[in-house]
Every structure is written in C-alpha cells, then in structure tokens.
C-alpha cells in the first residue's frame, strides 16, 4: 500500500471550504440547542473522541459560545483496519458526569457501535442527558448501533473515507477535506 496513490487516487467527497462551513453550521445548531437544554452556571462537557475526533473537536470548539468544559475518551473498533470489531477502551472520561449535559464529540457515525457504547456508558455514569455531534454521517441502509447523531455536519456514502480526523490504516488523517479511497 503507498499512502501518496491512496490519496492521488481518492475521490474527493467535501472541500476543506465545505467542511469548514458545515462545523459552523453545527457550532450554531449546538449553541442554540444548549441554550434551552443547559441549566443556569452548568458548562456543557464536551468528550472528544480519540482519536478520530480530535482535528473535528479543534475546530468545533473554539466556535462555541456555550460555556463547556473539555475531556476525552480514548475508544476504538477498527484498530487501523477498515473493518470494525468489539470496542476497546484505552481511556475513561475523568470528568464526573453525574447530573451533566454531555456532548460527544466524533469524526463519523459509521455502523454506530461506537457512538451507542459511548452513550450508554454516558447514561451508566449518571449523566442528565448525552448528545452527539459527528463531522459525517454514512449513509447505510441500516445501522446496528446509534441510528443517528444529534449534530450532523455532512453525509459520506457508504464508501470507505479518510481525512479530516479519520484515518486509513492510521495514516491520512490530516487529509483537508474528506475523501474517498477507490473502489472502497
Ligand atoms: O460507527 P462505528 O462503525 O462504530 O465507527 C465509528 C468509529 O470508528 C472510528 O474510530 P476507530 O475505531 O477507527 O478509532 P480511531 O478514532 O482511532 O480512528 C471513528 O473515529 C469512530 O469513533
Ligand atoms: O469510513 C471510515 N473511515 C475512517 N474511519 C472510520 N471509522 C468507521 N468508518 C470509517
């Protein structure tokens, strides 16, 4: 596999332009939503996942007019592959959710098994209430965990996709803009 023909060869699905003015989209979407969903002097916590989510948080955040607090998960499926399996955990919120409005923050909603273990693990900890921002949303017939995500910047089709945060077999992530491998 050379990473330089993976990306010379991938079709672009979304501009870094496009990209940019769907994460102030959602900024907008959020602060508005948070306004009558947080309680009076309550920050949001936002929990970014890694490590896909961390170049999508970087960019959502610092748009936010909502008081937050900031921490991460470190969870992942695929390992690298382009196949996904059983969660592993490698990092723990270390915020205690108890009573708080939580937003999880994730590059992709692909078959939703890791946003739904993420909620659930959320609610288990006591918080309020759990919502969930991603960059894209792919377009599946059906999905087997979290159907859908509270914020979505944009749709991908159910091809395999790259940049932005997202990887392809780790590499590729600080791709500008979101692709497409070929004939993935
Ligand atoms: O909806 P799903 O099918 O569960 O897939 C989505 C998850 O897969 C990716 O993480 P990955 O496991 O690749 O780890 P990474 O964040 O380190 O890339 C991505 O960042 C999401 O967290
Ligand atoms: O299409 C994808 N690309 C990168 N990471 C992913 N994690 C789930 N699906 C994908």
Redesign the pocket.
């Known amino acids: 596999m050379n990473i330089n023909t993976v990306l010379t060869e991938a079709d672009c699905l979304h501009s870094l332009d496009t990209v940019i003015a769907a994460i102030d989209h959602i900024a907008e979407q959020i602060d508005r939503r948070m306004q009558t969903e947080l309680l009076r002097d309550k920050p949001l916590v936002c929990l970014s996942?890694?490590?896909?989510?961390l170049i999508f948080t970087g960019h959502l955040l610092p748009k936010l007019k909502t008081p937050l607090i900031i921490d991460y998960i470190?969870?992942?499926?695929?390992?690298?592959?382009t196949q996904?399996a059983d969660?592993k955990w490698l990092k723990y919120p270390s915020v205690n959710l108890q009573g708080e409005t939580v937003l999880i923050i994730?590059?992709?909603?692909?078959?939703?098994?890791?946003?739904?273990s993420l909620v659930d693990y959320c609610e288990q900890q006591g918080a309020k209430q759990v919502f969930t921002a991603v960059l894209v949303e792919?377009q599946l017939p059906m999905?087997?965990?979290?159907p859908q995500a509270d914020f979505v910047g944009l749709l991908v089709p159910n091809r395999y996709v790259f940049g932005f945060?997202?990887?392809y077999h780790?590499h590729l992530?600080s791709a500008a803009g979101i692709f497409a491998v070929k004939n993935q």
């Open positions: 996942v890694m490590l896909g989510g470190h969870a992942t499926r695929y390992q690298g592959e996904g969660l994730d590059d992709i909603l692909d078959e939703g098994l890791t946003l739904k792919k999905r087997r965990g979290l945060g997202m990887d780790e992530r």
